[in-house]
């Protein structure tokens, strides 16, 4: 089969693009090329790069045309310029399924959030869900899928816990009231998707998708920490520091350790969807437990944060790139002016 996945350089597209491409169907990446961190992605097997974004429906319905379904992977988790929650997740997914079928792709799959919902005064939170009523009232054969914190090779969870220790000696948890979280691996999540995907389950549903093993917020933090041999100093802070360091994190850093959308889905638990709806078949359910060997084995490499994770840093360090360039492709030329002057006294 032929599968578009949106998003497809990002984490959940990429593992999900490895995996189909394994068995042997044909994968169509998405995306827009702003993501760096793995640039193997960009020459898979079986797979064919469209270097589009998700507003563009004309190119979209091109790149689609031949596909038998598309996975929405596309998402952000924080706002920059003009690529805003409303701009990616709503607008994004209403050209997605517009260019689907223009297509004639008849089956779609949209990762959201377990906790998306209308009317929370989470800008986040509302858009995931006003993508899922997109998919829902389209026509299509729908699938969405209502995450909770997924983790694994190249993630935000495993990646960032592991840069905070690597960079500070403390640790502050997110409130003064320990939360639940159920860490859903990605490899099962990717089981469910292609369940859904090649296999044509789950057709005009939604449902919730989560880890087996429920523990608070604080014991995954501190499990973390022991998988990197880091022993920080564990402290509580309230949500308006959070909120107020994610804030500032998400204006100096390319990769923030932590934005604010972040702090409200850490600050209110993951472990119940909104608004309710039936969790995955028993025999699809994720099965594996947030273990040390599962939590070693999406670990990034160990380092702390440095000044190439600061947006003004990568900015000039570009600039430099370029002047650096531009000076040796430039020395040919000079060094024959010099011979030709030189020739010519």
Not at 27 to 49: E, K, Q, Y
Not at 97 to 114: D, N, P, Q
Request: charged share 20%.
């Amino acid at each position: 089969m032929k599968i578009a996945i949106t998003g497809g350089t990002g984490f959940i597209g990429r593992h999900l693009a490895r995996f189909l491409a394994g068995e042997g169907h044909q994968v169509v990446l998405i995306a827009r090329g702003a993501d760096h961190r793995d640039m193997s992605i960009r020459s898979l097997p079986n797979a064919t790069l469209a270097a589009i974004g998700t507003d563009d429906e004309e190119r979209l319905a091109a790149a689609f045309a031949g596909c038998d379904a598309v996975a929405h992977c596309a998402g952000i988790n924080r706002e920059i310029g003009q690529q805003t929650y409303e701009h990616v997740h709503v607008e994004g997914t209403r050209r997605v399924v517009a260019a689907a079928k223009r297509a004639g792709v008849k089956r779609i799959l949209l990762t959201s959030f377990l906790r998306a919902r209308p009317g929370c005064g989470s800008g986040y939170h509302e858009s995931k869900f006003a993508a899922e009523e997109i998919l829902r009232s389209s026509g299509l054969d729908y699938t969405v899928l209502k995450c909770g914190v997924i983790y694994g090779d190249g993630d935000h969870m495993l990646d960032h816990l592991s840069h905070a220790f690597y960079t500070f000696p403390v640790f502050a948890f997110v409130g003064f009231e320990d939360q639940l979280v159920r860490p859903l691996a990605v490899d099962d999540l990717i089981r469910i998707m292609r369940a859904a995907l090649i296999d044509g389950r789950l057709a005009r549903e939604t449902v919730a998708v989560m880890g087996p093993e429920q523990l608070t917020l604080a014991e995954a933090v501190r499990r973390v920490a022991r998988a990197v041999n880091k022993r920080p100093f564990f402290f509580r802070a309230p949500l308006w520091f959070h909120y107020a360091l994610g804030w500032v994190l998400e204006r100096v850093m390319t990769i923030p350790l932590i934005s604010s959308a972040q702090v409200r889905i850490l600050s209110e638990g993951v472990t119940e969807p909104m608004p309710p709806c039936a969790e995955v078949p028993a025999d699809l359910r994720p099965q594996r437990a947030f273990t040390d060997e599962q939590i070693r084995a999406g670990l990034p490499a160990a380092k702390g944060c440095g000044l190439a994770d600061l947006r003004f840093f990568s900015r000039w360090h570009r600039v430099g790139l370029l002047l650096v360039n531009t000076v040796f492709g430039l020395l040919p030329f000079g060094y024959a002016w010099v011979a030709w002057k030189g020739g010519g006294s």
